[in-house]
């Protein structure tokens, strides 16, 4: 049957039909959306853009399908498709059956029956997704009252209620008259699931419903999802990029690369068994939270093919390391792999691959880099960075005319910290803890600021003259996050590399030199200096943002969320670029993140803030394996695993609510409002909490801290900031999926 | 989502050709090639520099001058002797047109262009600086707009200010007064552009890599306005243009016996039907000049905008590819 669709109908016209009817009656009665051959096209003056070609899937009611690729293989319109959302210009073909009915080619009008009712959707965005005008309340309501003409006003008010509640918003009944702005990001998606599942609907489609929110977040929305999953019994297709996000909760997953379904298969099979290199360089590609070995990670070259020629190979052969003649004869169709029934793969050496392939040898992952500084001890080593009890409060001002002073931020409260040669350091937390204005403290580098910061060597408070610091900016560079924005579109990369050198007052013939050097150096072309930023994909704009921050040989190098914005195979060759920099050159990162894999992967010392404050501070691996603080845990136990396994047995502290406001931060421990640990705590012990502020502590090489060595180090490199780090943790904020063999420590 | 990944292959295949060549093409060579690909401003840019050239060389094709009066051709029609015929007092139409184009021309260029760059730099200036610089520097420009422009020409250029008539003459002291009053719409505009660039982040990588402020400026901002201040700069010659012939017509502008076109239009406008050739050729002139500018207009708006989506065959590609995988993620 596959080999049928792959041909597409494009060749086969006649047969299209019939085959569409064979393919419904093979179609699993039981199944609650068939998805039969699915093509959507789209017309453009230079062509026609296949975006989604030939996607088949049936989904089981009350199971969950993941689809998972890189942007561009056609996730999200495959989703749009058959929601039935895509614009009238895209052209959709194929059958799409729910419950047993047609939805394909219905109009608008007949769609907006299932719409909402029997389909729902959660969308990416949850900030843009609500209307600003109305109250959430109302949009529940909307949600209800269209599908439910009959329902009476207060059956519709106390179904929302109901709703809010399910979603976990705490005083539900108040927060119906609330607006949108009201809320915050995670607060707006729950509301946005609410009025998804408001008419019970049979299939919920999710498109990266948590890529926009912190990660101690997403883990309380995908709370609320499988919540909602729960009490509905909807199946839902989970879209994402992400393959910790639905290791956990799908049952089945569908790889796509260009507009195909690549390998779909059960979820042990597809993470423990995949069989497509391309599934292969995913899994390869993420940093893991949980395993501190140091290995690089697997890039995938190149990138996706144009949709608007039809591939006539392997579309993922001019990427794949295992590509060979074969592979371009032709597209491989999905075929079924040795081993479980379900698990099919569109690779011709599927045979061959497998769980036992390690895909380091299959993707030539480079060797892990060792830099001249890892032989010595860190205690020996200089230091590039120094932050001494760096603050900075912003007034909280009211009122239009007289401006009252009515409290203060404190986005920076008290920084300490230093940075060797040749060492990582990272700084994580949730949006909102100081991670970035603690960076740009850094770089403003001004006398009057409070607190000492030194740049090798160099102090903020003798900075007066231009001079010291034109020489504090050739130690210290920047990479930013969006890799687009860092750079001047009216630049060609030359001028852009070309500016740091002519400010250091380099003469044109070196600086040409050097840009040349620069390129080979962050693996671009050299002849590509004449090209504009917007003809590099993301990855090599990331790779110019790099090579400027490099061009006058810092010594240190500050990375503002430097892969956030990448997609997952092209952030693995930012990232082992990053490392092998860093060996080579010597240098010294100043890395912020709030993706605590890539921190892990990268760091060697990472600091954990929280509201302006350090609450964890130490060695990565000693930070991430022993967490003390709270806080830490939490954040740690937040990141999804790409591990199916792990996922659905671990047991996760979920936090309540959202950062503080600024003004409600208690007058002790910052992270009291929100602690597990403070919760479970005696009233007594709670009073001490509240009223002290829990200093910076060396980690005691105590037999209570379950430290893997054995022996005894006079001082761990780990400080943290908590009176009872081995307190039990709440109850209720503690979640374990299915029922798993150990339980609370 | 934006989509990151997304790679031009007409770029690509652009570079293909380029490999192996160690060339470091200059960005003007780009700008001008693809000014050159828009035909329609490669015409207007070509009617425009010929009317310039006339306004300088044409003057040597006839024996007549602007001054000279021919007492037995008056208010003439055109003829061998007189290319455009006379006018009512015997002067030579065509001498007139001529030195009455250069006198257009000249006054559209200098106030075009200074105005606008007088703006961008004010204007990115007020933007780099914020705080109590932009706020004195908002109050003059605020202050500047309130002023009645046309009183001012009128006064400056007839009642009042002798000693500057006497000293300058009348076209010179219009540039002058046009200048004053045609920067500031344009210096708001871009003030408001360069405060929102100034939260790009490569302006902040300048910023940090230790760039100087005037060269943020210079390098950074005003490039980026770049198809703006272009945009900015035709319509400014061509406003300027209009307003001396607006001015002009009136009385208030250019006096005799400086001539521009406005001087020619006003004066005939009585006698349209009388003496048709008096209005028609000054107006066609005029209509020529302001015609070519808005012609090129477009082609250098899109020469020096990189996102542009109509400059030339490659770029094109890449807009579109754009939309549709906007539509598509």
């Given at each position: 049957m596959s080999s049928e669709i792959a041909a597409g109908p494009v060749d086969q016209p006649q047969s299209a039909v019939e085959r569409l009817h064979i393919a419904g009656l093979h179609a699993p009665a039981d199944a609650i959306l068939s998805v039969r051959d699915m093509n959507v096209r789209f017309n453009?003056?230079?062509?026609?853009?296949?975006?989604?070609?030939?996607?088949?899937?049936?989904l089981m009611p009350g199971k969950t399908l993941g689809i998972v690729g890189e942007s561009g293989s056609g996730k999200s319109v495959t989703s749009l498709a058959i929601m039935g959302l895509l614009p009238s210009t895209a052209e959709v073909t194929g059958s799409v059956r729910l419950k047993g009915k047609e939805l394909l080619g219905l109009s608008d009008k007949a769609m907006c029956e299932y719409r909402g009712n029997e389909l729902a959707m959660v969308f990416q965005d949850p900030l843009s997704s609500l209307t600003p005008v109305y109250t959430v309340g109302n949009q529940i309501i909307e949600a209800l009252t269209i599908h439910n003409p009959t329902?009476?006003?207060?059956?519709?008010?106390?179904?929302?209620?109901?709703?809010?509640?399910?979603?976990?918003?705490?005083?539900?009944?108040?927060?119906?008259?609330?607006?949108?702005?009201?809320?915050?990001?995670g607060m707006r998606q729950r509301v946005m699931i609410a009025i998804a599942i408001a008419n019970n609907p049979r299939v919920l489609i999710a498109d990266e419903p948590t890529t926009a929110l912190d990660v101690t977040i997403q883990a309380q929305v995908l709370e609320v999802l499988h919540t909602a999953?729960?009490?509905?019994?909807?199946?839902?297709?989970?879209?994402?990029?992400?393959?910790?996000?639905?290791?956990?909760?799908?049952?089945?997953?569908?790889?796509?690369?260009?507009?195909?379904?690549?390998?779909?298969?059960?979820?042990?099979?597809?993470?423990?068994?995949?069989?497509?290199?391309?599934?292969?360089?995913?899994?390869?590609?993420v940093p893991r939270v949980d395993v501190a070995e140091k290995s690089s990670l697997v890039p995938i070259e190149g990138m996706p093919p144009n949709l608007i020629h039809t591939p006539t190979g392997c579309s993922f052969a001019p990427r794949c390391p295992l590509a060979a003649d074969a592979c371009l004869e032709g597209e491989p169709a999905l075929a079924p792999v040795p081993g479980p029934a379900a698990h099919r793969a569109?690779?011709?050496?599927?045979?061959?691959?497998?769980?036992?392939?390690?895909?380091?040898?299959?993707?030539?992952?480079?060797?892990?880099?060792?830099?001249?500084?890892?032989?010595?001890?860190?205690?020996?080593?200089?230091?590039?960075?120094?932050?001494?009890?760096?603050?900075?409060h912003f007034p909280l001002t009211k009122g239009a005319l007289l401006k009252r002073r009515i409290g203060t931020v404190k986005a920076v409260d008290g920084l300490s910290f230093d940075i060797r040669e040749g060492e990582c350091f990272s700084i994580v937390g949730e949006s909102g803890s100081g991670k970035t204005t603690t960076l740009l403290e850094i770089m403003e580098f001004h006398k009057d600021q409070d607190g000492e910061v030194v740049i090798g060597g160099i102090s903020n408070k003798q900075a007066a003259d231009g001079k010291t610091r034109s020489a504090m900016r050739r130690e210290l560079q920047m990479v930013f996050q969006d890799p687009t924005g860092a750079l001047d579109p009216r630049f060609t990369v030359y001028e852009v590399l070309a500016e740091p050198l002519?400010?250091?007052?380099?003469?044109?013939?070196?600086?040409?030199?050097?840009?040349?050097?620069?390129?080979?150096?962050?693996?671009?072309?050299?002849?590509?200096?004449?090209?504009?930023?917007?003809?590099?994909?993301?990855?090599?704009?990331?790779?110019?943002?790099?090579?400027?921050?490099?061009?006058?040989?810092?010594?240190?190098v500050v990375l503002d969320e430097p892969v956030s914005a990448l997609d997952v195979s092209v952030q693995a060759g930012v990232i082992n670029l990053l490392d092998k920099l860093r060996a080579e050159l010597g240098l010294s990162y100043l890395l912020v993140a709030h993706d605590l894999s890539v921190v892990r992967h990268i760091s060697n010392r990472v600091a954990v803030m929280y509201l302006g404050k350090i609450?964890?501070?130490?060695?990565?691996?000693?930070?991430?394996?022993?967490?003390?603080?709270?806080?830490?845990?939490?954040?740690?136990?937040?990141?999804?695993?790409?591990?199916?396994?792990?996922?659905?047995?671990?047991?996760?502290?979920?936090?309540?609510?959202?950062?503080?406001s600024p003004l409600g931060t208690p007058k002790g421990c910052n992270f009291a409002t929100r602690c597990p640990v403070f919760a479970a705590l005696p009233a007594a012990k709670q009073e001490k909490c509240l009223t002290l502020e829990p200093p910076l502590e060396q980690v005691a090489p105590s037999p209570a801290a379950r430290t893997l060595a054995a022996d005894p180090l006079p001082a761990l490199d780990q400080r943290f900031a908590c009176f009872f780090p081995d307190g039990e943790l709440d109850e209720d904020m503690l979640v374990v999926h299915e029922s798993a063999d150990h339980h609370a420590p | 989502m934006t989509n990151l990944n997304a790679v031009d292959p007409a770029a690509v295949a652009q570079d293909a050709h380029l490999e192996g060549a160690d060339v470091v093409i200059g960005k003007n060579t780009i700008i001008f090639r693809r000014f050159m690909r828009n035909k329609t401003a490669v015409a207007g840019l070509a009617i425009f520099l010929a009317l310039t050239v006339f306004s300088f060389v044409g003057g040597y094709f006839t024996q007549w001058d602007k001054q000279t009066i021919d007492p037995f051709n008056i208010g003439m029609p055109p003829s061998a002797e007189h290319y455009l015929g006379t006018s009512q007092a015997g002067i030579d139409l065509y001498a007139m047109t001529v030195e009455g184009t250069r006198i257009s021309i000249l006054i559209g260029l200098i106030v075009g262009l200074v105005s606008v760059l007088v703006a961008a730099v004010y204007g990115c200036t007020m933007a780099y600086f914020g705080g109590k610089v932009d706020k004195v520097m908002l109050f003059i420009l605020e202050a500047l707009i309130m002023m009645p422009a046309l009183l001012v020409v009128a006064v400056a250029t007839s009642g009042g200010g002798e000693g500057l008539r006497r000293d300058l003459p009348s076209w010179l002291l219009l540039i002058i007064v046009l200048l004053v009053f045609s920067w500031m719409g344009t210096a708001r505009l871009i003030r408001s552009l360069s405060m929102s660039l100034m939260q790009r982040d490569f302006v902040k990588a300048a910023q940090y890599m230790g760039?100087?402020?005037?060269?943020?400026?210079?390098?950074?901002?005003?490039?980026?306005?770049?198809?703006?201040?272009?945009?900015?700069i035709t319509r400014g010659v061509t406003g300027a243009i209009l307003a001396e012939v607006a001015f002009s017509f009136i009385g208030i502008g250019i006096k005799v016996p400086d001539v521009s076109l406005g001087v020619l239009i006003g004066g005939a406008t009585s006698q349209v039907q009388t003496f048709p050739w008096m209005f028609w050729v000054p107006l066609t002139v005029m209509f020529l000049l302001t015609g070519s500018l808005a012609m090129m207009n477009d082609g250098l708006r899109d020469a020096f905008d990189p996102s542009s989506s109509s400059s030339g065959s490659a770029k094109k590609r890449t807009a579109l590819k754009a939309r549709v995988k906007g539509n598509a993620s």
């Open positions: 453009t003056e230079n062509g026609v853009v296949h975006a989604v070609r030939g996607v088949d899937f049936d329902m009476s006003k207060q059956a519709k008010e106390a179904r929302a209620v109901e709703l809010l509640a399910m979603v976990g918003i705490p005083s539900p009944k108040e927060r119906l008259r609330a607006f949108p702005h009201e809320f915050s990001g999953q729960e009490e509905t019994g909807a199946a839902v297709v989970m879209i994402t990029h992400d393959l910790g996000v639905v290791a956990g909760m799908a049952d089945d997953i569908m790889v796509m690369y260009a507009g195909r379904p690549v390998e779909t298969g059960a979820v042990d099979d597809i993470y423990y068994n995949p069989r497509m290199p391309y599934t292969m360089g995913l899994l390869g590609a569109a690779c011709i050496k599927s045979g061959s691959l497998g769980g036992d392939v390690d895909v380091h040898d299959v993707f030539a992952a480079p060797p892990v880099p060792v830099s001249r500084f890892d032989a010595i001890p860190r205690e020996e080593r200089s230091t590039v960075l120094q932050l001494k009890d760096v603050r900075k002519q400010n250091a007052g380099m003469n044109k013939v070196d600086t040409k030199k050097r840009i040349m050097e620069l390129m080979k150096l962050v693996g671009l072309q050299p002849d590509h200096v004449n090209r504009f930023p917007n003809q590099f994909s993301g990855g090599q704009r990331q790779r110019i943002g790099i090579a400027r921050a490099l061009a006058v040989n810092p010594k240190l609450v964890e501070i130490g060695e990565v691996d000693r930070v991430f394996d022993n967490p003390r603080h709270p806080y830490t845990r939490a954040l740690l136990s937040a990141i999804p695993v790409p591990d199916p396994q792990l996922e659905r047995t671990r047991e996760r502290i979920i936090l309540r609510g959202d950062l503080p | 760039v100087p402020a005037r060269r943020i400026v210079w390098r950074h901002l005003v490039p980026n306005i770049g198809s703006l201040l272009v945009l900015d």
